[in-house]
């Protein structure tokens, strides 16, 4: 069984082995690690407010070299990470590959930025006032940063977010989700030998209440969060004066237009609404189309996802691995059920396996607008359908949620994809794609009770600063 250190100011600390890490699939307990308390976090901010002026003097090569340090040594430990994504998340072994490449991605996209922290020049004399003056801007980082991450990509989200701050200049502390904490620590190894100025980093496993000064404490200057929607509402309405954002899930709707051939887009689907058993913010979740193709594309749905692979996310052609836990696992199968109490009809049923928290793929239509399964974010390998039968109604199908993350378009036709774009409250509108499809270079967010605010790490980076403004008289 492994033991991991914190990282406290920088440093490596034991103070407990309180936090117990299981894996998912076979719920042992694979780990330990120490739990922060307040007196933890008051000393990591203390370090992070002292190392501000260490880290915003960092030249753009300086902070791009420690980027590349942790991309190499990333690359060099790319099968451990691998694996303690499957244990630690549970998450299908393709997909934790593909989460380690992405991470090693956003991290050479932050090296690339780290030399361009610019500015513009001002044209002031277009008044008569501002003859003889001249404007010019910088962009400067705003200081000492929160972070507080979740469980379902707890590599690539916190590569997110740490770094586009190395990247802006900005010391931070780590708040991993309990659930999954150890791809962090092993993280914090990196940066402990990245040449970081003393004090500029923290990585604490605790609890909520212990962690609340990364929150409410204002020395924190920013505070980015990814998680539930009635959480990070609640943060906002904690943090005071610091700046935030907030990536707060949705439950994302796919449109299949009248006329598209479809056939094509099947294993599309499936990807999107099964794989790592639903748990991400823009899994497919709600699937409208078009009544003149809805009963040939529903049946060979069902008959793909009859097909889909479950269970040890240790294989490689497992796609639905297991739940975080048990009670996640329940949850999602009552939903289903109240559903169907309902009036939605069950296409294709649910089952949890015996002895773990694996959800076999489920789909459901006729589902009413009002039940958990439709209106909420399901995060379970559930997938609902919907016949519409005009475009626009699908689109105000769509803004009806109170969420607005993103949608997938699948349309022949360039008016409705336009219109899209157009009329949809959501922060992104993909056409000819699913709409769990992300870039880590795209800005990436949501609207209404998704959140605010945008990732991406040129996006996050222009989070975590500011622009500062310089007038010159020169005569």
Same mark, same amino acid.
Do not use: I, L, W, Y
């Given at each position: 069984m492994q033991k991991f250190p914190m990282f406290l100011a920088g440093q490596? %600390?034991?103070p407990n082995q309180d936090l117990t890490i299981k894996n998912k699939y076979t719920n042992q307990i694979i780990a330990t690690a120490p739990l922060a308390t307040p007196d933890h976090f008051e000393k990591a901010i203390q370090a992070g407010c002292a190392a501000a002026d260490a880290m915003q003097q960092l030249t753009g090569a300086k902070r791009k070299g420690i980027l590349l340090h942790c991309i190499a040594r990333l690359r060099q430990s790319k099968e451990d990470f691998i694996q303690t994504l499957v244990q630690e998340a549970g998450k299908p072994i393709a997909f934790a590959e593909i989460e +380690? !490449?992405?991470c090693i991605e956003t991290f050479s996209l932050a090296a690339e930025e780290a030399t361009r922290l610019d500015g513009r020049v001002i044209p002031l004399d277009g008044t008569a006032r501002g003859a003889g003056y001249m404007g010019m801007t910088r962009s400067f980082p705003v200081g000492l940063c929160s972070f507080i991450t979740p469980f379902n990509f707890p590599l690539n989200l916190v590569a997110h977010k740490v770094a586009p701050a190395i990247a802006a200049g900005c010391p931070f502390i780590l708040k991993p989700a309990s659930w999954t904490p150890m791809c962090s620590l092993m993280l914090g190894d990196i940066l402990l030998e990245s040449g970081l100025p003393? $004090?500029?980093f923290s990585i604490l496993p605790a609890t909520r209440p212990a962690s609340a000064p990364l929150v409410m404490d204002d020395r924190i200057e920013f505070l980015s969060f990814t998680g539930s929607d009635t959480v990070g509402w609640q943060m906002k309405r904690d943090c005071g004066r610091k700046r935030i954002c907030l990536e707060l899930g949705g439950n994302a709707t796919c449109i299949v237009d009248e006329h598209y051939s479809w056939q094509g887009i099947v294993p599309k689907i499936m990807a999107a609404a099964f794989g790592q058993s639903g748990q991400s913010c823009i899994s497919l979740q709600r699937l409208l189309i078009h009544r003149s193709i809805y009963d040939a594309m529903l049946e060979a749905l069902v008959? /793909? /996802? %009859?097909? +889909? $692979?479950? $269970? !040890?996310?240790?294989?490689? %052609?497992?796609v639905v691995g297991p739940m975080i836990d048990s009670a996640e696992a329940e949850r999602v199968l009552d939903w289903i059920e109240k559903a169907k109490s309902a009036g939605a009809r069950d296409l294709l049923t649910s089952r949890r396996i015996e002895g773990t928290s694996v959800i076999t793929p489920g789909i459901l239509d006729q589902v009413p607008e009002d039940q958990s399964l439709c209106c909420d974010e399901v995060f379970g390998p559930v997938l609902i359908t919907e016949p519409f039968d005009e475009f626009d109604e699908a689109l105000e199908k769509v803004n009806r949620s109170r969420f607005g993350l993103q949608t997938g378009i699948f349309t022949e036709s360039i008016k409705h994809a336009w219109r899209a774009w157009e009329r949809l409250k959501v922060g992104g509108v993909i056409v000819g794609?699913?709409?769990n499809t992300r870039f880590d270079s795209m800005p990436y967010g949501g609207v209404k009770t998704s959140g605010i605010g945008r990732e991406g790490v040129r996006y996050a980076i222009n989070e975590m600063t500011y622009e500062r403004l310089f007038v010159l008289r020169p005569d």
């Open positions: 490596c %600390s034991t +380690v !490449d992405r003393e $004090g500029a008959a /793909a /996802a %009859s097909e +889909v $692979g479950f $269970g !040890d996310p240790a294989d490689a %052609s497992t794609d699913t709409p």
